[in-house]
C-alpha cells in the first residue's frame, strides 16, 4: 500500500489527523504552554473578575471585565495553536544528490542587488534559499529561520514568524490586563473594610499572587516582544542577530522600517512547499553512469558502440588488403601451378588466422580509435600493428607447406 508523504517524513516532526497538522518533535511542551495561560486566567475569572461585575453598575459593564480575560484568552490560545501546528516554511529534501562528484559547499546569489552566498545542505541534499537554516532539532531546512521555540514546540519560520509575534505579543496584552484587575480590585477592597495595603492584599491573596505572576511573565513575553519589534523594524531574524552581530555586515534585506513591517504583516503567506497528504511518488532508479577509457573529440553520429564496429571493420579491410598481397605474390612464385591447390589451401590458412587471431584482434580494437587531430583522420598506430601481426601470421602459414 503507498504510503503518504506525512507517514515516509524524514523529519521529526508529528503529525495528527492524517497530516493535516504538523508540530514539532517537542510538541508536548505546548501542555505546559496552555496550563501557564489557563491556569492563571482561571484563578482571576473566580477569584477576581467575578467580584468586579457589580463594581461598575452603570450598563452592568462589570461583566465586560469577565468577557474581556476569557476572550482574550482565546484568542491567545488560537494564536498559539496556528503557530505551532503549521508548516513553518519547510523546504522539501531533495530525493537525490546532485550529480556533480564535488558539490561546492557555497554558492553566490543576487539579493536586491547585493551578493549572498547560500551554503548546501548535506542532510536535506539542496542549496538552501537565502534566510534558510537547517534546524537540528526538527532536522529540516526551514525558510527565513528564526529560531526553534521549545514552547511553541515548533521551528518559527517564514510562514509562522506573524503568528509568532502576535501570540506573543497578545499574552502581553493579557499579562498587563490581569495585572491591571487585579491591582484594582485591591483598590476597591481598600476603600471598604481594609484600610491599608497590606490588610487589603490579605483579602484577596489571589490578586496578589496573580499580580507577582504576571510581573514575572511580562519579563519574559514582554522583553521578547520587544526584541521581535525591534527585529521586524531592521528586517533581521534571531539566527541572523545573534550569528552575525560581531560581524558589523551589511543587511541585504533591510528595506527600510515601514516597508520592513509591511512585510511581516501584510504581504500573503506562501503556500506550503509540502503535500503532506499527497501519495509518495516512487522514485526512479538512476542510471549507472557510463564512463569511456578513451576519450574522443569527434565521435561517429551512431555513438562510442558504432565507433567500435567501425573500426573492427577497418582491421577486417587492413586483413583482406594484406591476404589479398600474399596471394598474388605465391601466384607469381608458383608460376600458377596448382592454384585451385593453392587457393584452397590459402582458405583453410585464413580459417585459422580468424580463428586465433580474431578474437584478440576484436579486444585490441575495442580500446582503438581514429585520431582527429588538426582536421587530418590518420590511422591509429596500435591498428597498424594489429594489421601487421596478422599479416606476419600469414606469410608463416604460406610459407610452412613449402
Known amino acids: 500500500m503507498a504510503k503518504r508523504v506525512y507517514q515516509a517524513w524524514k523529519g521529526n516532526n508529528r503529525f495528527i489527523f492524517g497530516g493535516r ?51 482574550f484568552t482565546i484568542h491567545v490560545l488560537l494564536l498559539l495553536f496556528i503557530t505551532s501546528a503549521r508548516d513553518p516554511g519547510i523546504v522539501p529534501r531533495a ?17 536586491n542587488g547585493r551578493l549572498v552566498k547560500v551554503k548546501y545542505c548535506e542532510t536535506c541534499m539542496i542549496y538552501r534559499p537565502p534566510r534558510c537554516s537547517h534546524c537540528s532539532i526538527c532536522n529540516n531546512c526551514v525558510e527565513r529561520f528564526d529560531h526553534h521555540c521549545p514552547w511553541v514546540g515548533q521551528c518559527i519560520g517564514l510562514r509562522n514568524y506573524r503568528y509568532f509575534f502576535l ?18 480590585y485591591i483598590k476597591f477592597l ?61 543587511n541585504v534585506f533591510d528595506r527600510g522600517c515601514l516597508n520592513n513591517f509591511l512585510e511581516v504583516f501584510c504581504t500573503k503567506i506562501k503556500p506550503s512547499r509540502n503535500k503532506f497528504q499527497a501519495y509518495v511518488q516512487d522514485e526512479v532508479a538512476r542510471p549507472a553512469p557510463v564512463t569511456y577509457a578513451v576519450e574522443v573529440e569527434d565521435e561517429l553520429p551512431g555513438g562510442p558502440r558504432a565507433k567500435v564496429e567501425y573500426d573492427l571493420e577497418i582491421g577486417g579491410d ?28 590459402f582458405s583453410d590458412s585464413e580459417s585459422v588466422i580468424s580463428d586465433r587471431n580474431i578474437l584478440v584482434t576484436r579486444n585490441e580494437l575495442r580500446n582503438l580509435s581514429w585520431g582527429h587531430r588538426s582536421g587530418n583522420w590518420d590511422i591509429s598506430p596500435e591498428v597498424l600493428a594489429a594489421s601487421a601481426s596478422l599479416t606476419e601470421a600469414g606469410n608463416r602459414i604460406q610459407i610452412e607447406p613449402n
Not at 496552555?34 to 477576581?48: A, G, N, R, T, W
Not at 561546492?104 to 546569489?109: G, L
Open 21 to 71: 497538522l504538523i508540530f514539532g518533535p517537542d510538541a508536548k511542551s505546548l501542555f505546559v504552554t496552555v496550563s501557564l495561560i489557563v491556569v492563571p486566567v482561571v484563578i482571576f475569572c473566580v477569584f477576581v473578575a467575578r467580584h468586579l461585575v457589580h463594581r461598575f453598575p452603570a450598563y452592568d459593564a462589570g461583566y465586560a471585565v469577565l468577557v474581556v480575560a476569557i476572550v
Open 95 to 111: 530525493s537525490h544528490p546532485p550529480e556533480e562528484p564535488n558539490v561546492p559547499r557555497t554558492r553566490d546569489e543576487i539579493v
Open 167 to 184: 501570540f506573543v505579543s497578545s499574552a502581553t496584552l493579557l499579562c498587563i490586563y490581569v495585572f491591571a484587575m487585579s491591582a484594582l
Open 190 to 250: 481598600m476603600g471598604e473594610d481594609y484600610p491599608t495595603v497590606w490588610k487589603a492584599m490579605k483579602g484577596s491573596p489571589a490578586s496578589v499572587v496573580l499580580m507577582i505572576y504576571c510581573f514575572i511573565s511580562l519579563w519574559f513575553v514582554g522583553g521578547l516582544t520587544g526584541f521581535h519589534f525591534y527585529l521586524m523594524s531592521i528586517n533581521q531574524t534571531t539566527y541572523e542577530n545573534f550569528r552575525y552581530r560581531a560581524d558589523n555586515r551589511v
Open 318 to 345: 587492413l586483413l583482406k588488403i594484406s591476404q589479398r598481397r600474399d596471394y598474388d605474390g605465391v601466384d607469381e612464385e608458383m608460376g600458377g601451378r596448382n592454384s585451385n591447390e593453392m587457393q584452397s589451401m
